[in-house]
């Protein structure tokens, strides 16, 4: 494994799909320098995509990853590594977690609207719905660029897609629940 990319404070170069877009501070991020994406600059790329670049500057935004898409000598995850590493499949991917506010602020004014319409899902954290300071509740996002290669019908992802996109996130946030993890979060992203 080549060495993690330490963070950078770059200004990322436009995309041809969003030339016009305005192009937001780049926010510290670690991954390996040579990804092997099929987008050299997949930060850079979702950075200018106006909702997406709202996310990932978020001040409650922490542990940007650029996804390791380098093939292993043991010629295990093939299929992620390689297949769905591609123009055609998976362009672009970056993840994040993003720090949910405690619950006395979730129904403040002037609070952001939450990212989902699920009130349960987004009820916000606090002792009293079982977060620890020392692991707190968290919203573990994935942002992937789909090409058309992926589709069963025009414009639908097939659903073996779905499903192995859905493993690879899954497996991606429980390797960040690590002994480590609570370590990482940095303290001007813990709310409350």
């Not at 506010?101 to 990212?115: D, L, T, W």
Request: charged share 20%; proline share 10%; with cysteine.
């Amino acid at each position: 494994m080549g060495p993690l990319r330490k963070p950078t404070a770059q200004q990322p170069q436009p995309c041809p799909q969003h030339e016009s877009e305005q192009i937001v501070k780049r926010p510290n991020h670690s991954g390996p320098e040579d990804h092997n994406q099929y987008n050299p600059d997949p930060l850079g790329h979702f950075l200018t995509i106006p909702w997406a670049a709202t996310m990932l500057t978020d001040p409650a935004a922490f542990d940007i990853i650029v996804s390791d898409r380098r093939l292993v000598l043991s010629r295990e995850h093939q299929f992620v590594r390689s297949v769905m590493s591609s123009e055609t499949t998976v362009r672009a991917c970056v993840t994040f977690c993003l720090k949910l506010p405690p619950n006395e602020e979730a129904g403040q004014k002037g609070v952001r609207p939450p990212i989902s319409k699920s009130k349960k899902l987004l009820s916000g954290g606090g002792p009293e719905n079982g977060e620890d300071p020392e692991r707190p509740f968290l919203i573990y996002n994935v942002l992937i660029d789909l090409g058309v290669g992926l589709s069963s019908f025009r414009g639908m992802l097939h659903g073996g897609a779905m499903a192995a996109l859905l493993d690879e996130a899954m497996c991606a946030a429980v390797n960040n629940q690590s002994s480590e993890f609570s370590r990482r979060i940095p303290p001007s992203t813990q709310r409350g």
